[in-house]
């Protein structure tokens, strides 16, 4: 079981370019999760999921996308990079009931 | 939206138990207690969680009040390996919203 999945691990972006940070899970979780983590700092809610074709935002959305097209797939698109966004990303899946888990996490530089 | 209210940090000598407090006053009837903890430089990892009664596993155990306004996270001996910040967090009704607070940063001395 490999769990939650992120790719990239790593990422230096210039500022003004986009990018998809992926995550795809192989549990069967409905719910999915986008965080951030700034350095020294709490995780933040970004986007979640409750099921494909549902998404919605949570603490600090602005500046991102996403979108649930499958039950295992929830894409996090930023679409014009900004040094504000550096910072590492988590993505996580759970079910209503249960424990979430989580990514590795990937690294986001912008520059 | 229900909030949890955690000490900064915590010490504890290794080998002895810890207890981790928790409040969360305005909890909902349908809100589930969890608990994770992030050891440096990872990403966050299950611990346990509850509804009402209290919870074994082999990483803790969880003692949740009897009006659900508090619990306590038990780690029975401590190792140093236990060392990292620990998230109460409630999962918000239908939802299951998952929003984390500062958290407690428990250091544990040999």
């Known amino acids: 079981n490999a769990g939650v999945t992120q790719t990239p691990k790593f990422r230096i972006l210039k500022i003004g370019q986009s990018m998809t940070l992926q995550c795809t899970q192989d549990?069967?979780?409905?719910?999915m999760y986008w965080y951030r983590q700034d350095p020294g700092m709490g995780l933040k809610l970004i986007y979640y999921?409750?099921?494909?074709?549902?998404?919605d935002k949570g603490e600090v959305p602005n500046g991102y996308n996403v979108s649930r097209s499958t039950t295992e797939d929830f894409p996090l698109r930023l679409e014009l990079a900004a040094p504000s966004q550096t910072s590492v990303y988590f993505c996580?899946?759970?079910?209503?009931?249960?424990?979430?888990?989580f990514g590795q996490g990937t690294r986001l530089t912008v520059v | 939206d229900a909030k949890t209210t955690q000490p900064n940090s915590m010490e504890s000598n290794e080998e002895e138990p810890v207890h981790l407090p928790c409040n969360h006053s305005t909890i909902s009837g349908t809100d589930y207690i969890h608990w994770y903890r992030q050891l440096p430089s990872q990403g966050p990892e299950y611990v346990i969680h509850?509804?009402?009664s209290n919870v074994n596993n082999r990483m803790a155990s969880l003692a949740i009040a009897e009006d659900r306004k508090s619990s306590t996270l038990i780690l029975h001996r401590a190792t140093l390996r236990d060392a990292a910040v620990y998230y109460c967090?409630?999962?918000?009704?239908?939802?299951?919203?998952?929003?984390f607070g500062q958290g407690t940063t428990l250091q544990v001395k040999p």
């Open positions: 996580a899946s759970s079910t209503r009931t249960d424990g979430a888990f």
């Open positions: 549990m069967n979780h409905n719910y």
């Open positions: 509850g509804l009402t």
């Open positions: 967090i409630l999962s918000w009704g239908n939802t299951g919203k998952l929003i």
């Open positions: 999921s409750v099921g494909a074709g549902i998404t």
